[in-house]
């Protein structure tokens, strides 16, 4: 018995970050026959449930890269990680001390609020208006973004140039220590725009599945990931057998059992179909 967890962008979902039709059919039928699957994302789960809605899954869904554990139906958390405001706060004060503004997502007594005080590149623009068109129920504009972190904060996110934010992220690391969990990654719509982004030490994605196996009685299982950035290593080195896609940098892949299609070919759903139907038409009754 297996229970499979798949990332989502580069991943499950297509070029244009939509599950396709053969995948979402496919998947469907899988699930209704009884695979065990889930995902985890770096979206927060209002996103993971515009894009998957209608998709049986049983398993709550693991979101904002491991901070959260959520239904995605209602979008209820069942368990929230998040950074005490007064590191966040710290956090933002050196953020600031280079000149750069950040986005940051907090969990409180008035939910998930998402935000944004000013924007200074096209990638930040179309952060903000791509959550506008897909109508986040989180985002919040501010005119005082360090007056926000009053609550306990779940992500940072920098969309700037690599070589400034590098030099950031060694300066974070070294006021933080392992108090923080911290990535760096291509966007993988808007190339040359990475982003950095920061959670609390136990929002990882590893941390989040080995959670979810013990709550829903799945610690005993084999579990199978599949991803293709820099925020699924954690979970490929806690799997027993990690998926890379074709697409995946190359770290991945190093880190994976097997490597399989590009994200735009179905290649998830057809590893699934190969690896999960004929185990299970020959387990025992």
């Known amino acids: 018995m297996t229970l499979y ?13 939509e599950l396709s039709a053969p995948t979402r059919a496919g998947l469907t039928r899988l699930l209704d026959e009884g695979l065990t699957f889930t995902v985890a994302s770096a979206r927060h789960v209002s996103s993971i449930a515009r894009i998957l809605g209608g998709l049986p899954l049983r398993l709550p869904v693991i979101s904002s890269n491991g901070a959260y554990i959520s239904d995605m139906g209602s979008c209820r958390h ?6 005490e405001p007064a590191l966040a706060q710290a956090i933002f004060a050196l953020m ?34 791509q959550r506008l068109r897909n109508g986040d129920p989180r985002l919040r504009h501010t005119a005082d973004l360090g007056a926000e972190l009053r609550d306990p904060v779940v992500t940072m996110i920098l ?35 990475p982003w950095l982004t920061l959670h609390d030490r136990r929002a990882t994605k590893d941390q989040a599945i080995r959670t979810l196996a013990q709550r829903y009685g799945l610690a005993e299982r084999e579990i199978v990931v599949f991803g293709d950035q820099v925020n699924d290593i954690g979970m490929f080195r806690a799997a027993h057998r990690g998926i890379a896609m074709g697409n995946a940098i190359d770290e991945i892949k190093s880190a994976a059992h097997a490597v399989i299609g ?6 998830v759903l057809r590893f699934l179909q190969a690896d999960w139907q004929p185990a299970r038409s020959t387990a025992p009754v």
């Open 5 to 17: 967890v798949s990332d989502l962008d580069g991943t499950l979902l297509d070029p244009r970050a």
């Open 78 to 83: 069942e368990l929230v990680n998040a950074m």
């Open 96 to 129: 600031r001390r280079h000149g750069f503004m950040p986005f940051v997502s907090t969990h409180g007594p008035k939910g998930d609020q998402l935000f944004w005080q000013s924007v200074h590149n096209e990638a930040q623009q179309a952060f903000v208006d």
């Open 159 to 193: 969309v700037e140039r690599e070589g400034p934010m590098r030099a950031l992220m060694a300066e974070i690391q070294a006021l933080c220590g392992a108090e923080i969990e911290i990535h760096l990654a291509e966007d993988l719509y808007l190339p040359g725009w």
């Open 262 to 267: 590009p994200h735009h070919e179905d290649s």
